[in-house]
């Protein structure tokens, strides 16, 4: 992003930049998708997931999910795929995670509805995650989805960018959501705040 405001860089160098932040698009929304279906394959399957679930496989997985975008994109710059193209493959790639993140929502509550063994605490953690990628998703992806789908528009152009760029704040924001703990210690804090708050509120005997 930064080669894209740098003055006196256009041409080769700028497109080669360009497939490499699309990549890494890519491999954002890929590791959304792995998320949500993660959680979805702990709570609905968790047998399976427990024996089928490796360090090797998690880099495995990694490992695909940022270099397929990334062959396929160096594919498409070294043929010379059109703009046009490239942009129609990108619509349809935006529109495949909604099913599966709409699917692992749905999956998961069903399967936490009726369980008994995993923690009040534990079901609004995952819950939250989910809901949280699929927030993100939306709200970071929708713009583009509907500017591809219905052409050239100011104002979709402008959220666009806008919400593109800020892909990394919300990758980040997500991962320490995820972290174990860090909602209970923001509830913590918050109802501690509310106890502090009473204290001095209430008159003394």
């Known amino acids: 992003m930064i080669v894209w405001v740098a003055p006196n860089i256009r041409g080769q160098i700028s497109d080669i930049f360009l497939y490499i932040h699309f990549s890494a698009l890519f491999a954002s929304i890929c590791f959304m998708v792995c998320i949500s279906l993660e ?10 997931y427990r024996f089928r679930r490796t360090i090797k496989t998690s880099v495995v997985v990694s490992v695909l999910v940022w270099v397929l975008p990334l062959l396929f994109l160096f594919i498409c710059w070294l043929y010379g795929v059109n703009l046009h193209t490239l942009f129609t493959v990108l619509l349809v790639l935006l529109l495949l995670p909604f ?5 692992s929502l749905v999956g998961t509550l069903k399967a936490l509805s009726a369980s008994i063994s995993v923690p009040s605490d534990e ?6 995650i989910l809901v949280l990628v699929l927030l993100i998703y939306t709200l970071l992806f929708l713009p583009t989805i509907i500017l591809l789908l219905g052409g ?3 104002t979709l152009e402008l959220l ?3 919400f593109i760029r800020l892909n990394p ?3 980040l924001f997500l991962y320490v959501f995820m972290r174990k703990g860090f909602i209970d210690k923001l509830l913590a804090s918050v109802c501690c705040c509310r106890m502090d708050s009473n204290d001095i509120s209430s008159p003394s005997v």
């Not at 099913?99 to 699917?103: A, E, K, Q, T």
């Not at 079901?123 to 939250?128: D, M, S």
């Open 123 to 128: 079901k609004r953690r995952i819950v939250g």
């Open 39 to 48: 959680r979805y394959l702990v709570i609905a399957h968790p047998l399976w």
């Open 169 to 171: 704040l919300a990758d």
């Open 152 to 154: 050239y528009h100011r």
């Open 160 to 162: 666009y960018l806008i």
């Open 99 to 103: 099913p599966l993140l709409i699917f």
